[in-house]
């Protein structure tokens, strides 16, 4: 492969560690990470094993207590009441928060969360802190991730009786790549390597995938291809994926996901029972903390209780001479989600209509989950696809056990049986595009493009001898530029005078085998066979954290100086 | 240091990275009246089209730029293929992307067609169903993601080899795309860029386009898309009759029909 001629590495610390390739290979174990709760699996040599914590739990809560002088996690700690996580000690839901900026909606809907969310709207980190000793102690979504990998690595290690280090995670689909590198460092202080980072609805393909590779050889029936919608519904994120399977090969077809989940269910329930909940507790005094904790545990006990009963009672003393007493019924609770559960139906469908797929080629529906459980979930997704649910698969182990699957795949191990005979075929899960044509994005690599993928647009200036131009770099799927993820920006500078339209400026966006994204540009001339400034070719994303500012800042300091439009097409 | 030799890389192996297309060195005027259609359409039509391209240069510059040994090797003896890893000769019934005897993944070999890969013979109706499977089996021994622990050599192979077969299966499996490759292996290629000059479908594109812009409800805009639909599939077969009997003339008009229908129907699809 060329040497390329500029490479502009972004996160030292998340690069250069793919080289080694180990003489004997050690398998990777799969982690899920959960907005609420986590798991580890692995290939023990047969089939994929859950591993327990000395609690012999397979699903631990995630969060961090910063109680004592070292913080600990769900893993390893056992909390002596559920009501000691909503002291303010306890740092939870850092899923929804990491690689967000203070101006993200996402982060203000997380301040009613029992400890400190505080954002100054300027797009910079959220101030996020757990309370010791009346102190406000802060911290990061990418250390509370650290303290709890560091947890889950250290029951593997006594588990397995060896070092671990390489993992496969799995994320949600709408997480953009600063997200994940946020991720990957978080994972890199916890000593771990990331092997893969994969979309869940895409490990449960994988999964799937097995399943049916499975039965094929039992049964010797025929191999055809399958096409299975996969939803996943956590309490953070939901996430829909469009697989076709056949002989162990997932093709993602489609994804589509959204910051959306149980979190928003129990918020918007909390706000049904306690309409003025958020002004009353804006103080965060101990006893404010204390009584939403109170008002939480009694929400999410109801909501639970509502997915197998018609009506709940609730009954809360919240401490503070406020006692909230009464019957929620289960439409009552559809009723205060509907925003949510729209949002569900408008993911599924968007994902048909991008795989190009009808409901009636559907072979099975996949849905997976801790949501999995609220009968309008099971719904919604049963009327949509007009299929019964697959039964096959338990919904909160199912992503785990895909991301231990990749892991032994990805780790060179197979099979004598051929069940690892397997294959993930990725799919980009957002377009990724510059800023062009005034604000607008334009992708160059649209969503939901198979993986390695190679693709470029051709642009050229907006003023006349305009010498530079600015290539600002977006994932998303929003029209405007800046309701996009902002990945990194940078400038092509000594373009020889010309008169507005004329340079041909070539903007080519690479995703390698192992999902590496570079952007390239290149400015061609009239009469020129050769480039006329050298090519640039910069790895993304190159911003860093505090972001939100730059794309603001960079575009009033150069206003429609450094602009470029899409090259119009002729008919 | 690590980071100055990369900047010293020569630029003709950068432009092999980068600049996939030959430069076409006109300047764009836009044709006015349809301008407005045309940047809406833009983006995704030119994108999909351009992988070919890509192709092309790449092979272009691999002989004339970079001297790629084991590739020149295979071509020189292309009686008798031979694995680079175990020598093993192939088999000579399925192309020669990967070696049977040591399971390696062998270097990209332009010769042989995307019509090839899937064991297909060459002509424009063939079966779209089958290629699914084909695809994946290939992608099963070619993909990057099951060669983690070999060479980088061998990596790279399956990078190159692995997109190919995407971009193979891509090309094949829509008409349009398909039609342009097959007409390219006849040396005859298509500038998905030139003007319309043909007056009744500059027509036919005015009304169609009017029709979009004034299609009020999605009835409206569904009966437009069934519209692009029939048109397409009616190109599609006068391009198959042409591309039998050699017309390419014939089949390059026919393709351009095609490209501007199917910019229709994404444009439709974008409104509904």
Redesign the interface.
């Known amino acids: 492969?060329?040497?390329?001629?500029?490479?502009v590495a972004s996160d030292s610390e998340t690069t250069g560690e793919e080289k080694s390739?180990?003489a004997f290979?050690e398998i990777a174990i799969g982690i899920d990470i959960g907005t609420s709760q986590c798991s580890v699996a692995i290939w023990n040599g047969s089939q994929v094993e859950l591993l327990k914590n000395t609690r012999n739990q397979k699903l631990m809560r995630s969060y961090v207590t910063f109680k004592d002088e070292v913080p600990s996690g769900g893993v390893s700690n056992q909390l002596s009441h559920e009501h000691e996580m909503l002291t303010g000690a306890a740092i939870f839901n850092m899923k929804r928060l990491i690689g967000r900026v203070d101006t993200d909606p996402v982060v203000h809907a997380s301040k009613s969360l029992p400890f400190l969310v505080q954002t100054l709207d300027i797009g910079v980190r959220p101030f996020i802190a757990a309370l010791v000793n009346n102190v406000w102690r802060s911290t990061t979504p990418e250390e509370v991730l650290a303290i709890f990998l560091v947890e889950l690595r250290v029951m593997a290690e006594v588990q397995l009786k060896r070092p671990i280090r390489n993992v496969v995670l799995s994320i949600p689909v709408s997480f953009s790549r600063f997200q994940l590198t946020r991720i990957e460092r978080a994972c890199a202080m916890a000593g771990l390597h990331v092997l893969r980072l994969m979309p869940e609805p895409t490990a449960v393909a994988l999964l799937y995938a097995q399943q049916q590779q499975q039965m094929v050889h039992d049964t010797m029936g025929s191999?055809s291809?399958k096409i299975a919608v996969i939803f996943n519904m956590g309490a953070g994120y939901c996430d829909v994926a469009v697989t076709?399977t056949?002989?162990?090969?997932s093709?993602i077809k489609a994804l589509a996901g959204s910051a959306i989940g149980g979190e928003d269910l129990l918020q918007n329930l909390m706000r049904h029972l306690l309409p003025n909940w958020e002004k009353l507790f804006s103080s965060r005094g101990i006893n404010e903390i204390n009584s939403m904790g109170l008002l939480r545990v009694a929400t999410q006990d109801a909501i639970h209780k509502l997915s197998s009963q018609d009506s709940v009672q609730i009954d809360v003393d919240l401490g503070n001479g406020s006692r909230i007493c009464k019957v929620v019924n289960r439409q009552e609770f559809e009723e205060v989600n509907h925003k949510v559960f729209e949002k569900c139906e408008s993911l599924i469908i968007q994902c048909l209509n991008d795989a190009k797929v009808d409901a009636d080629d559907l072979t099975d529906v996949i849905v997976v989950g801790g949501c999995s459980y609220i009968p309008k979930i099971r719904n919604l997704v049963k009327s949509i696809c007009k299929r019964e649910l697959y039964k096959g698969m338990n919904p909160l182990e199912a992503a785990v056990c895909g991301a231990a699957l990749e892991g032994a795949?990805?780790?060179?191990i197979s099979d004598p049986f051929g069940s690892l005979?397997l294959?993930?075929?990725q799919a980009t899960p957002l377009g990724i595009g510059i800023r062009a044509?005034g604000n607008r994005f334009?992708?160059?690599?649209?969503r939901n493009t198979?993986m390695?993928a190679?693709?470029?647009?051709?642009f050229?200036t907006v003023n006349d001898n305009q010498t530079d131009v600015l290539i600002v770099v977006y994932e998303g799927d929003a029209e405007k530029a800046e309701e996009n993820h902002l990945l990194g920006y940078f400038k092509i500078m000594g373009i020889p005078p010309a008169p507005k339209?004329?340079p041909?400026i070539?903007v080519?966006m690479?995703i390698?085998?192992?999902n590496v994204l570079r952007v390239?540009a290149?400015v061609?001339l009239?009469?020129?066979?050769?480039?006329v400034v050298?090519?640039m070719?910069v790895r993304m994303p190159t911003v860093d954290d505090g972001h939100g500012w730059c794309a603001e800042a960079l575009h009033r300091t150069y206003g429609a100086t450094l602009d470029l439009v899409?090259?119009?097409?002729?008919? | 240091m690590y980071k100055t030799k990369k900047l010293w890389t020569p630029l003709s192996a950068v432009i092999r990275r980068a600049l996939p297309t030959t430069c076409r060195l006109n300047t764009y005027t836009p044709v006015s009246q349809f301008r407005s259609l045309s940047s809406h359409l833009e983006a995704s039509s030119r994108v999909s089209l351009s992988p070919p391209y890509f192709h092309d240069l790449y092979r272009n510059l691999k002989f004339s730029a970079k001297n790629f040994c084991s590739l020149s090797a295979a071509k020189v003896n292309s009686t008798t293929i031979r694995c680079w890893n175990c020598d093993a000769v192939s088999a000579g019934t399925t192309p020669f992307l990967y070696c049977d005897s040591c399971r390696s993944i062998q270097p990209v070999d332009v010769s042989v067609d995307y019509f090839q890969i899937f064991g297909l013979e060459k002509k424009y109706d063939i079966e779209v169903d089958g290629l699914e499977g084909k695809y994946k089996d290939w992608q099963k021994k070619l993909h990057p993601d099951l060669v983690h622990s070999k060479s980088e050599k061998e990596r790279e192979y399956a990078a190159e080899q692995s997109a190919r077969v995407i971009d193979a299966y891509r090309t094949l499996s829509k008409p349009l795309s398909r039609a342009i490759y097959i007409l390219r292996l006849e040396g005859v290629d298509v500038d998905e860029e030139q003007t319309v000059s043909d007056p009744e479908l500059l027509t036919e594109i005015m009304e169609i386009r009017e029709a979009v812009e004034e299609a009020t409800d999605s009835q409206a805009l569904n009966q437009i898309q069934s519209q692009m639909k029939e048109k397409m599939e009616e190109s599609s077969n006068s391009f198959a009759n042409a591309y039998r009997s050699r017309k390419f003339d014939e089949a390059v008009t026919c393709i351009q029909r095609m490209t501007y229908y199917q910019r229709a129907s994404e444009e439709i699809l974008k409104k509904l």
Do not use: W
């Not at chain 1, 190679?454 to 051709?458: D, G, P, Q, T």
């Not at chain 1, 899409?566 to 008919?571: A, E, L, N, P, S």
């Open positions: 492969m060329a040497e390329p001629a500029y490479t390739s180990p290979p191999g291809e076709v056949g002989g162990g090969v093709q795949v990805a780790s060179g005979d294959l993930t075929i044509n334009v992708p160059i690599i649209p198979t390695p190679r693709k470029e647009l051709i050229t339209g004329v041909e070539k080519c690479d390698d085998a192992s390239l290149g061609m009239p009469g020129s066979q050769q480039p050298p090519i070719e899409t090259v119009q097409q002729k008919i």
